[in-house]
């Protein structure tokens, strides 16, 4: 932002030798990271879930949340400049520096941040070094802060994701098995299209949650039904697990001896379970209620 | 997956807390990846973060990164992002006028302006986009044509370690190999790159003060050189 703050920076003090302990995540990182997983998982499995109680519970608290404003940006001519080298980096904040109107000299209190990709701020670091020794202000590039971009992250992170989980076309699981299943294009590993392999990325993503959970409420259904069995001293016969991958809209039976019926897909099961009594396990993330006859 | 949604999410909600707390997570899984350039960037940022910037300049710092062009919440995208776009706007129009440095020169400071007025336009005249651009189908069917071949596959489901499956090569985790690549000396490099540069900066100012003495010194000797000369000539003159 022009004109604002960017503090002091810390040159008073000798400079300090990195830490592996500055890199490594501590326990609150973790902590944070599980609200993030609850999250992000459960907006997944429920994605109308934008408001209620519910919704307030799952979200992640904000951090520094920046207030939302309107940004002003202006945009700078093209200039026929070889941006790829070193020295073409310099003759572009010399433009900058005629566009904002400034002379060299003021450089000695300003600092500006300069942000690019990989190869800008690698640019603007040699200029740094080699230019340490120059006379005026704006040549010794000290004014200059280089930082990373954020979307040339997030593009170097879907691209890395993609190529990990790519596997064998003939490989169920992979993404490259159902990259071909699904019939998408412009996915290849050296120069993928990010919005394509974003939405494809989510898609799969969503999948593997939703039968992972299904998969977890199955073996959450077998124990409660095990547990009424050993309480109940009763018996399971014709039980399929299969059975139970589905949600439950419509319960037809609410008294608790009756025989209680399911539907999967317009497929009517009839108590495929030995009738006796009847259990009600409710899930509070999916808000169902599954009736068992036992 | 989850780290890179939620790096995604907290660009969007403009949380400059979240995308640092995000980062801590990318710079150890940018260690294991192909990426070398990137990852060192990244513990620069970090070093930069723990060690060399004040609150006020790191603050001043991300929330440069993000822009929102609406002033709405849950809006905000990242700079470079915004930078891509104008690219794409300037191609689109220069492809009309030609790729000339002329028009070049004032065609894209007013980049935002024209893409206004082409809305406005077909707005007005009501007409058609002839361009590829659509509207975002649900991915539901594609969910599920994947969830149904999960299942028969019988993968993530109730037997944790199927039979069928124990030949395949596990997936690599880059959480764990960036920790284990930071270890096995990634950043000794680091810490060593680090002090090479420092010294190099201090190395440059010490060569281009001596540079600068003996500068002055051959100018003093000079000008000694000229007056024992003028003091000589007088005393033979």
């Known amino acids: 932002m022009v004109g604002e703050n960017l503090g002091e920076e810390l040159t008073s003090r000798r400079p300090i030798t990195p830490a592996l302990v500055d890199i490594m995540l501590n326990k609150s990182d973790m902590e944070q990271f599980k609200v993030v997983y609850r999250h992000h998982l459960s907006r997944v499995l429920k994605p109308g879930l934008k408001s209620g109680s519910l919704s307030l519970s799952l979200s992640i608290p904000p951090i520094t949340p920046l207030a939302p404003r309107v940004t002003e940006a202006y945009e700078m001519a093209a200039m026929e400049i070889d941006q790829s080298s070193v020295e073409g980096n310099m003759l572009v904040l010399e433009e900058m520096r005629k566009v904002i109107g400034k002379c060299k000299g003021s450089f000695e209190l300003l600092k500006m941040l300069i942000a690019g990709d990989h ?5 603007i670091h040699s200029l740094q070094e080699r230019k340490v020794g120059d006379v005026n202000p704006f040549d010794q590039l000290l004014w200059a802060i280089p930082v990373l971009q954020l979307f040339h992250m997030q593009m170097i992170l879907c691209s890395a994701i993609l190529r990990i989980h790519h596997g064998h076309i003939a490989q169920p699981g992979s993404l490259h098995y159902y990259k071909t299943k699904l019939g998408r294009r412009r996915l290849n590993l050296d120069s993928p299209c990010h919005h394509t392999a974003d939405e494809f990325l989510r898609t799969v993503f969503a999948a593997m949650v939703r039968q992972m959970w299904q998969a977890k409420h199955v073996s959450f259904v077998q124990k409660k039904i095990l547990i009424c069995c050993f309480h109940l001293n009763t018996k399971i016969v014709n039980f399929h697990p299969t059975a139970f991958f ?49 | 997956m989850v780290v890179y949604i939620e790096f995604c999410s907290a660009i969007k909600d403009g949380d400059i807390g979240r995308i640092e707390q995000i980062l801590k997570r990318i710079t150890i899984m940018f260690q294991a990846s192909n990426n070398k350039n990137y990852a060192l960037e990244l513990l620069r940022l970090r070093y930069n973060i723990r060690h060399k910037w004040t609150d006020t300049r790191k603050r001043a710092i991300f929330s440069s990164l993000l822009i929102n062009t609406q002033g709405l919440p849950h809006r905000w995208i990242a700079g470079d992002l915004y930078q891509e776009f104008n690219n794409l706007l300037t191609k689109r129009t220069h492809a009309t006028v030609g790729f000339k440095t ?47 071949s999960l299942k028969e596959s019988n993968i993530l489901g109730v037997e944790k370690c199927p039979v069928a499956h124990e030949g395949v090569a596990p997936v690599q985790d880059l959480m764990v190999e960036g920790v284990q690549a930071l270890q096995k000396g990634g950043f000794a490099r680091f810490v060593k790159r680090m002090a090479e540069e420092e010294s190099d900066r201090t190395d440059n100012t010490a060569t281009e003060l001596e540079e600068a003495l003996s500068d002055e010194m051959l100018i003093r000797l000079d000008d000694e050189r000229s007056r024992s000369e003028k003091y000589l000539n007088s005393l033979f003159n």
């Open chain 1, 246 to 294: 589905f949600r439950i809209s419509t319960l037809r039976a609410q008294g608790p001896y009756q025989a209680t019926t399911f539907s999967q897909n317009s497929t009517t099961l009839s108590a495929p379970i030995f009738s006796t009594r009847t259990l009600y396990a409710v899930n509070t993330l999916q808000q169902t209620s599954i009736v068992f006859s036992l």
């Open chain 2, 102 to 148: 002329s028009t070049m020169s004032y065609i894209t400071p007013l980049i935002r302006l024209f893409h206004v007025i082409h809305k406005k336009m077909r707005a007005e005249y009501k007409l058609t986009d002839e361009s590829a651009f659509h509207r975002d189908v649900t991915p539901e069917g594609d969910i599920l044509i994947i969830v149904n």
């Open chain 1, 119 to 123: 190869l800008t701020v690698s640019r």
